[in-house]
C-alpha cells in the first residue's frame, strides 16, 4: 500500500463516525506490544512528532 493510500485510509477513519471502531481495532493491534513495554497509547501518541518528518 502506498503511503499516500495509506494517510487517506486514516484520515477517513478519523472521521466522526469511524473513531470508536478504529481507535478499538487500533487497540487490540498494538495493545499487547504497548502492555509487554509497560507503554501507555498516550506515551506512544506523544512520540509521534520524531514520525513525522
Not at 19 to 30: N, P
Not at 34 to 51: V, Y
Request: charged share 20%.
Amino acid at each position: 500500500m502506498a503511503a499516500d493510500e495509506l494517510t487517506g485510509l486514516i484520515r477517513y477513519l478519523g472521521q466522526d463516525d469511524w473513531q470508536a471502531c478504529f481507535a478499538e481495532v487500533l487497540g487490540e493491534h498494538i495493545g499487547p506490544a504497548l502492555d509487554a513495554g509497560d507503554i501507555t497509547a498516550r506515551c506512544l501518541m506523544n512520540l509521534r512528532h520524531f514520525w513525522v518528518m
